[in-house]
């Protein structure tokens, strides 16, 4: 009878990406989302190179590229809104006219507010798609984060799951139970229930730490072994910085 691998054995699978040192990742991304905000304002090249060289990788990383542009979708209203009240500071007569000119005149800025965080949140998705959790938090440690501040990371992850599934199910017993309840009081209950809620995951929360004290918890958890640098490692940090220089002496 075969023994199963052990756990902390870094698991190489077909894909390229996965074979990447997470640490390597999560620094080439940082480092290609401050070539983006450093380089804007972005000119038609700049985006088309950047948004050609995302896609490039997602194929070669055989990430899902419908899905990473879907959900980076997500950034567009947000900064949709922010810059729609950018030309409202250079407005120099409040009139139907004068405002009608600062937005005429400041069409390009808005527009670079909507696609450099939506090229960031780009990046960042191609690091999400590539790489699961675990390994993106091991990343981080790596990295010297504040270990406090993963692990805060890594029980939320946990059981952020949880919380989910209570939600759905008080959701579920309010309409069951009061389906013509009046937008009012269903804005009230929604208060309460959310209070209930925070009050409910203290509680949890206290008991899974007395059950790991009791288990012999010291406060850290213990680290996967994750493969050193490799030389595919400094290939991409150094690709990611090539770029993101070339991003900034086009716009020197």
């Known amino acids: ?14 894909k390229p990406a996965d074979n990447l040192t997470p640490s390597a990742k999560i620094v080439a991304a940082v480092v290609a989302v401050l070539g983006i905000v450093l380089s804007a304002p972005h000119n038609l090249f700049s ?3 950047s948004i050609a060289l995302i896609v490039l990788l997602s194929l070669i990383a055989q ?11 997500i950034v567009i209203p947000i900064a949709g809104m922010i810059s729609l009240f950018y030309p409202l500071r250079f407005v120099g007569e409040w009139s139907a006219a004068g405002i009608a000119d ?4 400041n069409w390009q800025p808005m527009l670079q507010l909507i696609i450099t965080p939506w090229l960031g949140i780009l990046v960042m998705m191609l690091l999400v798609h590539t790489t699961s959790r675990q390994h993106l938090l091991f990343g981080l440690e790596r990295l010297h984060l504040p270990r406090i501040l993963v692990m805060m990371l890594r029980f939320m992850y946990r059981y952020v799951d949880v919380m989910r599934d209570q939600l759905k199910a008080a959701h579920r017993a309010l309409v069951s139970r009061a389906p013509s309840l009046s937008r009012r009081k269903r804005v009230l ?9 925070l009050i409910r995951a203290y509680d949890r929360g206290q008991r899974i730490y007395a059950a790991m004290l009791s288990r012999g918890f010291t406060g850290t958890l213990p ?3 994750i493969p050193r640098l490799q030389a595919s490692d400094f ?3 150094a690709g990611t910085v090539l ?10």
Do not use: Q
């Open 235 to 237: 290939l991409l940090i």
């Open 189 to 197: 209950l929604y208060g309460n229930l959310a209070g209930s809620m």
């Open 102 to 105: 600062a937005y005429a005149a």
């Open 1 to 14: 009878m075969n023994k199963p691998a052990p756990m902390n054995k870094p698991i190489l699978t077909s």
């Open 63 to 73: 990430a899902d590229i419908t899905k990473m542009l879907l959900r980076s979708l």
């Open 223 to 225: 680290l996967a072994e």
């Open 47 to 49: 985006v088309a190179g």
């Open 243 to 252: 770029f993101s220089a070339a991003l900034i002496l086009m716009h020197l």
